[in-house]
């Protein structure tokens, strides 16, 4: 509170605009920094104690909920993406055993067909040997007879040439036995 | 503040103290009780930023937090952690009070390292009454908590009997320093570091060094940057230090 007033310069602690020694310990400025210092203290406290911190501590409760929040809310999707996961699953594993079914299915029924057109084919395959072969005994049946002709003919023939008398009897059981033989 | 070194007839002049000259703002009358100085606009100031910071920056309230958001929460959390952690569960009451010290100081600390600025926190006056009256709270609320088992914090308990009285000395009489070294710490390590920087400003004067000057300017200044934010720290953790032994007095 206390200075004397001299001159240009207020205080014994500054002379011709310098500080004489340590201006902290100038006792001249004391009340008056202590006076303002108190004045700013109980500024700021009061700022803070009711409105900074009251603030600040209510947005990070707040942000703590919301996190806690958002962390069950996830937990609560993964647990549902792991159920989806599972019905993906199987379903694909239904899928797969039904497109086994159908395959197997499927294959069943062009076996069946297969057979079915083989046994046709086997059939008329045979059908058709028969009767070549049939044909084939006949044509060998007329051959030999035509040969029996011949080598009868023939026979006779020779025995005519030679100068006897062919018995036709004779001739044709001739014949029969070689062919025969 | 306004005289740097002037090499006036080829002598070098340091004021390095003239920086922390108090004078009114208005005219050139003597410093009263009531006078606005440069300590009322440099404390002013203060206010503002901490306002700007602390209720302008958290106005949004938003659950993701901008920049200043975060710096408010970030120094919310610092101090409210610190007072927990070192001061204990029930000191939490104190919060305010103590988050009311670390904001003045660190913000009156930062604004000193601004240029042409007065740093208040340099002033014993200043340090001398944040000091006092954590000293003074730390004793009230000792005796208001644990009565005269207060006193047991003088009385080390767990030393042999003949030491005690020795002991109880000396803890009386380091609990006695304790403001006027809680002070003398916070204002003595601005004040060094801006009359250093000071005094570097001064061999600016001279061309040869002048380089060299500014490099240790450079360095001093971001020294002192690191010392404003310890020294808001030490002062304030160390509130929370004796805190604590005011709450639980016992050793």
């Not at chain 1, 040439?161 to 018995?167: N, Q, R, T, Y």
């Not at chain 2, 930062?110 to 014993?124: A, C, E, Q």
């Amino acid at each position: 509170m206390a200075t004397e007033t001299t001159g240009a310069t207020a205080s014994t602690c500054v002379v011709d605009g310098s500080a004489v020694g340590m201006p902290q310990l100038c006792f001249d400025w004391w009340p008056n920094q202590i006076f303002w210092l108190t004045v700013t203290l109980v500024v700021i406290f009061f700022v803070l104690s009711r409105i900074a911190l009251p603030r600040i501590a209510a947005v990070l409760a707040e942000r703590k909920g919301t996190i806690t929040n958002d962390l069950a809310a996830a937990e609560d999707l993964k647990a549902k993406a792991v159920e989806a996961e599972e019905a993906y699953n199987k379903a694909l594993a239904d899928a797969r055993a039904q497109a086994q079914e159908i395959i197997a299915e499927a294959k069943a029924e062009i076996q069946a067909d297969l057979d079915d057109a083989t046994a046709k084919a086997d059939a008329e395959i045979a059908a058709k040997l028969a009767e070549s072969e049939k044909k084939i005994a006949e044509i060998r049946e007329s051959a030999m007879d035509s040969v029996k002709e011949v080598a009868k003919d023939t026979a006779k023939e020779l025995v005519a040439a030679m100068g006897g008398k062919a018995d036709g009897r004779t001739v044709t059981s001739a014949v029969n036995a070689r062919m025969k033989g | 503040m306004a005289t740097e070194a002037q090499g006036e007839e080829g002598g070098l002049v340091f004021h390095p103290m003239d920086q922390f000259i108090v004078k009114p703002l208005f005219g050139d009358g003597p410093v009263g009780l009531f006078t606005i100085t440069n300590v009322t606009l440099w404390m002013a100031i203060t206010v503002v930023a901490v306002i700007a910071l602390m209720v302008l920056g958290t106005s949004g309230r938003a659950t993701i937090p901008g920049r200043m958001q975060s710096i408010g929460e970030l120094a919310y959390g610092f101090i409210y952690k610190m007072v927990e952690d070192v001061a204990g569960k029930d000191a939490v009451a104190f919060f305010p009070y103590i988050m009311t010290l670390f904001m003045f100081i660190v913000f009156a600390n930062f604004l000193g390292l601004v240029p042409m600025s007065f740093t208040t926190t340099s002033h014993f006056a200043v340090t001398v009454l944040l000091a006092l009256l954590v000293f003074v709270t730390v004793t009230v609320v000792g005796f208001v908590k644990n009565g005269a088992a207060f006193l047991g914090l003088f009385w080390v308990s767990s030393a042999p009997l003949a030491l005690r009285p020795v002991l109880a000395v000396i803890e009386i009489i380091s609990y006695f320093v304790r403001p006027v070294s809680h002070s003398i710490r916070l204002a003595g390590n601005l004040m060094a570091g801006h009359a250093v920087i000071k005094v570097f400003a001064g061999f600016a004067a001279i061309a040869a060094v002048s380089p060299l000057s500014v490099v240790a300017i450079t360095a001093m200044y971001g020294l002192e940057v690191l010392v404003s934010f310890i020294q808001a720290y030490v002062f304030t953790i160390l509130t929370c230090v004796y805190l604590k032994d005011a709450l639980h007095p016992s050793h």
